[in-house]
């Protein structure tokens, strides 16, 4: 059974670069798409974008100036790059599988809680 | 820029049945916007309950449906229960490999 799980800092300072890992078990990141959700606190859920296993990307025009998405297949990990991050990035950051075939995000990980603040 | 709609609270009562939308603030949801709805219980990571428009998720019971209704892709809930008490996202295929969310539709079963 597939599983995700992300990993990182869970607390920032204004002006640094979130960096989240999501490590991939029972399963190969590869031929599949990977994706990255974040939720603010009591609020809606959000795109964040995706990458191919080959390294091919999209993201949320709202947030492409700041975003990187990566996998490392030596590590059957995606990571998430958000630099210059403010307060209104405090969110639990979520990666998913994203199947373009099936067209849905599925499984989720279980979500990280990164808080940005001075 | 086009916004994805969701009504933001809903009630219904035990046995009863429900119906969540997801609009666009312009333009109609078609099967071509791969309409997929998520369920999401306080404090967990949402799960998976239908995808492209009507495909039920493993496990999830027939209870849920997904469909198209005029304008707008549709979840149903036919004979609610307590543990459907849930927020509901739908997300949309806005093209040019773009998703959104919908701003999410609390469920409260009273």
């Known amino acids: 059974q597939l599983q995700l799980q992300e990993s990182g800092p869970g607390l920032l300072r204004p002006s640094e670069s979130l960096s989240l890992t999501c490590t991939v078990s029972?399963?190969?990141?590869?031929?599949?798409?990977w994706t990255w959700i974040r939720q603010p606190p009591g609020e809606g859920l959000e795109w964040i974008g995706y990458?191919?296993?080959?390294?091919?990307?999209n993201y949320n025009p709202s947030l492409r100036s700041r975003v990187t998405i990566s996998v490392d297949m030596s590590k059957n990990q995606v990571s998430l790059i958000l630099s210059s991050v403010t307060a209104a990035d405090t969110a639990v950051y979520y990666c998913?599988?994203?199947?373009?075939?099936?067209?849905?995000?599925?499984?989720w990980g279980q979500g990280i809680l990164v808080t940005v603040s001075s | 820029q086009t916004v994805v709609t969701q009504e933001p609270s809903f009630s219904v009562s035990p046995g009863g049945t429900v119906t969540v939308t997801c609009g666009l603030s312009?333009?109609?949801?078609?099967?071509?916007?791969?309409p997929s709805w998520y369920q999401q219980s306080p404090g967990q990571a949402p799960r998976t309950l239908i995808y492209?428009?009507?495909t039920r998720s493993s496990g999830v019971p027939d209870r849920f449906s997904g469909s198209i209704l005029g304008s707008k892709a549709a979840l149903t809930i036919t004979g609610a229960q307590a543990d459907d008490e849930s927020d509901y996202y739908c997300?949309?295929?806005?093209?040019?490999?773009?998703?959104?969310f919908g701003g999410g539709t609390k469920l409260t079963v009273l």
């Open positions: 029972g399963g190969s990141i590869s031929g599949d798409h």
């Open positions: 312009s333009g109609s949801v078609s099967t071509g916007y791969y």
């Open positions: 990458v191919y296993y080959s390294g091919t990307t």
């Open positions: 998913a599988r994203y199947q373009e075939w099936l067209h849905w995000f599925d499984p």
């Open positions: 997300l949309l295929y806005m093209g040019s490999g773009v998703w959104m």
């Open positions: 492209s428009t009507n």
